[in-house]
């Protein structure tokens, strides 16, 4: 597998991100490995969430939670996903399934970090990818918080303005990563912050993973995922681990599946479930610090 590492010295100005990376090696599944990069804060023996970000962001999107978070007690750890941050970047589409991104951040979790009873927190693709994660691991796992994400099979039809994204990345000859991103925002970033998410990707051939992550996304019930997923809610239906909904109330993409998440989910049962006022998809940059405090009080709770 052929593979891109972005230079280091383009995270050097992001700004308020001021956690030296650590690195993993993963099985690429071809024989080879990926180095992926994470950052991980907070006392060693507290209780471990992971955040899992998805597309087209890096760890750099939950820098307004960490600091809230190790406050309340809890130990962070923070990958990035392989084709994105700074961890290694598959420079072929085909490279790229979902199956297989379930499987780098499985064997980031649990064969290098030998992560337990952890708390996922997953948006976008963090939540497709990490409840993967808890069905097929679920002894792993003590609580889960969903925020702006879900599971799709294929068996119901994306929303449309998912599908306008789709297009739009399909088509796009440049893809304008900062713009993405600042789409899906409620409030304006700086150019810093636009700049910090643009770093990973120093030209068009760094950005496989960004382009074909939304075709990797379930939308026909024969998808080479739907199987898996569909599996997946079979045993999500049965298991009584802990489940947070903490979803933004202005995201149109996955607005519809909070209310889908709790009813199917056992450990959302009898749960006030909090609703992250003046935010975007990326609730974590229009209102990190209300969504830690909500994850810190879930944990305390649970």
Partial sequence: MRTLRTLEERFRKVP?????PDYVEVPDGDGSTLRMAYIATGEDNAPAVMLLHGEPTWSFLYRKMISVLVAGGLRVVAPDLVGFGRSDKPAEPADHSYARHVEWVRA??????????????????????GLRLIAENPERFARVVAANTGLPTGDVDMPEPWWQFRRAVEKARVLDIAR??????????????????????????????????PTLVPTRPDDPATEANRAAWDVLRGLDIPVLCAFSDGDPI????????????????????????????????????ALANAIVNFVRST
């Fill in 180 to 213: 993405l991103v600042a789409s899906g925002c409620r409030y304006a970033l700086t150019p810093a912050e636009l700049a910090a998410y643009d770093a990973p990707f120093p030209d068009e051939s760094y950005k496989v993973g960004p382009r074909v992550m």
């Fill in 108 to 129: 980031f979790a649990f064969d290098a970090l030998q992560l337990r009873d952890l708390t996922l927190v997953g948006q976008d693709w963090g939540g497709l990818i």
């Fill in 16 to 20: 308020n991100f001021d956690y030296q």
């Fill in 254 to 289: 996955t607005g519809g599946m909070s209310p889908l998440l709790r009813r199917e989910l056992p450990g959302a049962a009898g749960r006030e479930h909090p609703t992250i006022t003046r935010a975007g998809h990326f609730l974590q940059e229009d209102a990190g610090p």
